[in-house]
């Protein structure tokens, strides 16, 4: 792998047509820019429903909300597979998925072939998100595959990245080029609560880069002005982002930028070329999953096994059953 790219963008917000045509517009420009793999922002699709932190629990709007989220099982998923298989590039897509009744914050890794080779949920939703999006299923753990040339690609959304143990176990499996989606979030110097703030997502975007060893695709969103009040956040303080949100970025494994930063509301789709030895040489000092650990002393135990939604016991007129996501 040689080119990577990161897209800071606004989505089509609550609009899944819209949302899947500049979905397809923005992998199109990237591999026409030679980049191998693209890595989108949470919830990408139909954008980030960021009046759950501004505003009272709203039916009417989540309802339009959820209309407009993206199923995997659905004409509008397979039209972005087949809009990966003609750029010829790698996917890693952050979207609202709708599930029957739920909802999910989920990413796909699409092959360059159209394949979708891994679908999985975030684990935990963060906050507010809880309630509107589900958790996910244990095999949602499952968040690397082999790329092109064998590199092997991971993704994980958001505040996932805060939680150690999921961090450890993402870089037990070898990921060497990472995808962070994250939704838009203003700097605290602009008034943006300092936990949510750009400020603490770049943190800890650098922090996996350097603690893992990897190269880190870190995608943004951005919200223009005139769509706050779409958005339900306007007037609400420090949710209506008035500087854009975007903090889109790409990390070397030794915690350094190795992309120009970007004013915080402008479109863009940003491009790095990774020397995958680079991260031989930040391995030498430190492995936390290899030399630099001490499984003797700490380890972590991985329960990666679904539970089913319903399940029979034996001599029933069925032994088992598993409700589960197809892709």
């Given amino acids: 792998m040689a080119r990577v790219a990161a897209i800071q963008a606004e989505p089509a917000w609550w609009d899944l047509k819209a949302g ?3 979905t397809i517009s923005l992998i199109k420009e990237a591999a026409s820019n030679g980049a191998e793999l693209v890595g989108f922002p949470e919830s990408f699709i139909p954008g980030y429903p960021m009046a759950i932190w501004a505003r009272p629990f709203d039916p009417a709007f989540l309802v339009k909300f959820q209309k407009n989220c993206l199923s995997v099982q659905s004409e509008e998923f397979k039209e972005i597979l087949a809009a990966a298989k003609e750029a010829g590039i790698w996917v890693v ?4 998925e709708v599930d029957g009744g739920s909802m999910y914050a989920s990413q796909a890794i699409i092959s360059s072939e159209g394949e979708p080779v891994l679908h999985r949920r975030k684990l935990k939703a963060t906050g507010q998100e809880r309630t509107i999006w589900g958790d ?4 949602s753990l499952q968040s690397a595959v082999k790329g092109p040339g064998g590199v092997t690609i991971g993704s994980l959304c958001c505040w996932e990245h805060l939680q150690p143990l999921l961090r450890f176990h993402h870089y037990s499996l070898g990921v060497q080029v990472h995808v962070a989606s994250w939704p838009y979030c203003d700097s605290a110097a602009d008034g943006a609560p300092p936990a949510f703030s750009s400020d603490a997502q770049i943190v800890q975007a650098k922090f996996a880069a350097l603690e893992g060893q990897m190269f880190v695709i870190s995608s943004t969103q951005i919200l223009s002005r005139e769509n706050a009040e779409l958005c339900g956040v306007k007037g609400a303080g420090p949710w209506e982002m008035p500087m854009g949100g975007g903090f ?3 990390y070397a494994p030794d ?3 190795i992309t120009p930063t970007i004013p915080p509301d402008k479109e863009a789709i940003l491009y790095a070329d990774i020397d995958l030895d680079a991260i031989r040489g930040a391995k030498l000092v430190a492995d936390p999953v290899g030399h630099y650990s001490r499984p003797d002393l700490l380890s972590l135990n991985v329960n990666s096994r679904p539970n089913p939604l319903v ?4 001599g029933g007129t069925r032994d088992h059953a598993l409700l589960g996501r197809i892709v």
């Fill in 20 to 22: 899947v045509t500049k």
């Fill in 136 to 139: 996910a299923p244990a095999d």
């Fill in 248 to 250: 889109a970025a790409i």
């Fill in 311 to 314: 399940s029979y016991e034996p």
């Fill in 93 to 96: 897509l952050g979207f609202c």
């Fill in 255 to 257: 915690g350094t930028q």
